[in-house]
């Protein structure tokens, strides 16, 4: 491993005095004790959250980043592993710290795949699963000053049909491992994102 990248480690403990002077947080929902209601929980079928589910896979709703966003908003969920966008453009959610799915490193497993150099690129398909990967292509295009517009991909497995497209997950896998004629934008999502 590279001496470049940083080593993951534990935040210091705060004081208590720290702690008494942080804003306080609205308290999260609870269900009532006598309630027969059940929790709703949701997460993502990748290989990477079986951590986060491991135990309670038949008590979980499975579904894309983008869905699940969808669902908390809608309150058909309690809790959900949803994507950074979603946290960062949505202030009503409680959030619990020091868990993510995320990579010091490259990752594989989100890609913007082009066939024209990227100052041509007029419309990049984007797959629907996936917000964070999304809003960080928008940035890191913009850093470019490149402004394509962006459209949904209705299915990944033809992704390669389209001049410029952002897959993610096993697509984004198998593209890399098939031959293509198209050339990967190195990190679109250097943090493991979704």
Not at 123 to 137: I, K, M, R, Y
Not at 149 to 175: R, T, V, Y
């Amino acid at each position: 491993m590279s001496d470049d990248i940083p080593k993951l480690r534990m935040a210091p403990p705060k004081p208590p005095e720290d702690i008494a002077g942080e804003p306080k947080r609205e308290p999260a929902r609870t269900v009532p004790a006598a309630s027969s209601a059940k929790f709703r929980i949701g997460s993502v079928q990748y290989f990477n959250a079986v951590p986060l589910t491991r135990g309670i896979e038949g008590e979980v709703i499975f579904a894309t980043p983008a869905r699940l966003a969808e669902m908390l908003r809608r309150d058909e969920l309690d809790a959900a592993l949803v994507s950074t966008a979603e946290v960062l453009l949505t202030d009503r959610y409680d959030i619990l710290d020091g868990i993510a799915i995320a990579s010091l490193g490259e990752v594989y497993s989100v890609l913007l795949a082009h066939r024209r150099p990227l100052e041509n690129i007029k419309e990049v398909f984007c797959d629907t699963a996936s917000l964070s990967g999304l809003n960080l292509l928008k940035v890191l295009l913009a850093e470019r000053g490149l402004k394509p517009e962006f459209k949904p991909l209705s299915d990944p497995g033809k992704a390669a049909e389209h001049d410029a497209f952002l897959i993610i997950g096993d697509p984004a896998i198998d593209f890399q491992r098939a031959p293509h004629k198209h050339e990967i934008l190195p990190h679109p999502n250097p943090h493991g994102i979704r």
